[in-house]
């Protein structure tokens, strides 16, 4: 079948929705089917087949960008392309656009619910949070009703949806990743790169240096765990609004890398020792999977959609929202070496039993199926 994706966020800008989307167009593509992706332009993106930009302008977000739509240009891809479905992995801007063309063209529309957006709101000025978040409520709600099928990658999602008086049925399917990127994964280079000793023990985040990261209880946890420990570090392969603020602090072996794309950031995970996670803000958290694949053990703060992800006591530990716990069990992974396998065999099996690309991408062409 030929699919239609459309969304804000798409590489080059990195985030968990655009690897989310590469994923599932690469095991869609596997499976024989056609995939386009009709995203805003960003300044350093490469022309690629069936990869359609719109004008945009800066958000914001740092390095975010807003399309700028072209409807009779765009409608007359859909139609030349034979589209046989849209999924949106937007409910915004691109979100409305493209049900506007699901109406036209007659087909099914599916939406994947990536983010908790109530969780974004400080991002916008001028109006109260409060305000915010309600008024972002009731307009979910309303675009989840007038779809066909909304996925969400966990249970949490579904459930929050729910709540809030959205009755379209759910499909919960959680993401994919390659699980080649993760075999592939070199170590080789990255601690050299940063300067790591190969004796150092690493703990590694990524994800965005945002507020909703939770980053300044996970750098007063380090601080603890570290105490006066010189072989331990502290490797931050993000980028975000924070950066300045975060490298400012100047805390000894905290290591700032930047944003890291795919499939490099697999060899980060496998230079690493503990993936540690203090989000309170994720549906999901593919960053997570991505380090089980890798085999890394991880200690995540239990948060919505964190706990739906890792398994506590098989492939990491969840913990309370506490330095004292968290940095406890960062250091009881880190002194039990059979504690340790025990986890990263877990988390190995446990990745490739639920996040395999091609789980993800079967379960994603069931849903369009069904739909259709």
Do not use: W
């Amino acid at each position: 079948m030929n699919v239609a994706f459309f969304s804000e966020s798409y590489k080059p800008y990195i985030s968990g929705v655009t690897n989310s989307m590469e994923t599932l167009k690469s095991g869609l593509e596997e499976l024989g089917h056609r995939v386009l992706v009709f995203s805003p332009n960003y300044p350093s993106a490469k022309k690629e087949k069936d990869i359609y930009r719109f004008p945009s302008l800066p958000s914001t977000y740092p390095g975010y960008r807003l399309a700028i739509p072209m409807p009779g240009r765009t409608l007359n891809i859909l139609k030349e392309s034979g589209v046989e479905i849209i999924h949106s992995h937007s409910p915004y801007q691109l979100g409305q656009l493209s049900r506007h063309y699901a109406r036209k063209l007659k087909i099914p529309y599916v939406f994947t619910m990536h983010t908790l957006l109530s969780q974004y709101m400080h991002y916008v000025p001028f109006l109260p949070e409060d305000i915010l978040i309600n008024f972002t409520s009731a307009y979910i709600k309303s675009f989840c009703n007038r779809v066909d099928c909304v996925i969400t990658p966990t249970n949490k999602v579904s459930n929050e949806l729910r709540s809030i008086g959205v009755r379209t049925r759910i499909e919960v399917v959680p993401t994919g990743m390659d699980m080649a990127l993760a075999e592939k994964a070199d170590p080789k280079g990255v601690r050299y790169n940063h300067g790591i000793p190969k004796h150092a023990k690493v703990l590694l985040f990524v994800g965005r240096l945002a507020k909703e990261k939770n980053l300044d209880f996970l750098l007063k946890a380090f601080e603890a765990i570290r105490g006066d420990r010189n072989d331990l570090y502290l490797l931050i392969a993000a980028g975000g609004p924070m950066n300045s603020e975060l490298k400012g602090r100047g805390i000894r072996n905290a290591i700032f890398a930047g944003a890291v794309g795919y499939p490099e950031i697999f060899n980060y995970y496998a230079a690493s020792d503990i993936f540690v996670f203090s989000s309170l803000s994720e549906t999901q958290g593919l960053v997570l999977a991505e380090a089980m694949a890798c085999g890394i053990p991880q200690v995540a703060v239990a948060a919505q959609g964190v706990s739906d992800v890792v398994v506590d006591g098989v492939t990491g530990f969840l913990t309370k929202e506490s330095i004292d716990d968290f940095a406890a069990k960062v250091s009881e992974l880190l002194s039990d070496d059979i504690l340790y396998l025990k986890m990263s065999q877990g988390s190995r099996s446990n990745a490739q039993k639920v996040y395999s690309k091609e789980a993800f991408a079967r379960k994603i062409e069931q849903v369009y199926k069904s739909v259709i």
